[in-house]
């Protein structure tokens, strides 16, 4: 399989939760290893947990050395001070990830990325970014100051 084959399940994942996940986005992860997917998740109902922490709590060990591929950049900060999805991604050893939208939230905007980079972690952007982009139709960034993504 390609990274489009294993983002194309992203998006899957992440569009199996359109409509379900509150003022936060649907994102979905998939997390793969030696060409086989160990994790992956979406967004939970409401919005909480986010999808890379699905995906990581699903993969375990198996996320070591991995890459994950995700819908939306994983966040950087997070509004309540838990650890961020980049940080979590970065703790469990994942050596790669791939991003198809950048995230506009005031808690990603690139910090997600700067976050992985510094914890040498290959960064990819971009990859499938039109068939991801009807995900984010609603999502706004001006809601996302007053909810916790």
């Known amino acids: 399989m390609t990274d489009e084959d294993f983002m194309r399940r992203a998006i899957a994942v992440a569009r199996a939760q359109l409509g379900r996940t509150g003022d936060n986005p649907a994102v979905g992860c998939v997390i793969v ?7 992956e998740g ?5 919005g909480r947990p986010h999808a890379e922490e699905v995906a990581l709590t699903r993969a375990g060990e198996a996320a070591r050395g991995a890459t994950a591929y995700v819908t939306l950049e994983p966040c950087g900060q997070r ?4 650890a961020s999805c980049s940080e979590l991604l970065a703790r469990a050893g994942v050596v790669r990830v791939v991003v198809a939208s950048r995230d506009p ?8 990325e700067v976050r992985l980079r ?5 960064f990819d952007q ?14 706004s960034p001006a809601k996302s100051m007053q909810i916790r993504r």
């Open 33 to 39: 290893r030696d060409g086989r997917v160990v994790g």
């Open 42 to 46: 979406a967004t939970g109902d409401g």
């Open 79 to 82: 509004s309540s001070g838990a």
């Open 105 to 112: 939230s005031v808690f990603a905007a690139g910090r997600g």
């Open 118 to 122: 510094a914890s040498n972690i290959a």
């Open 126 to 139: 971009g990859l499938l970014s039109a068939e991801a982009e009807d995900l984010y139709v609603g999502y």
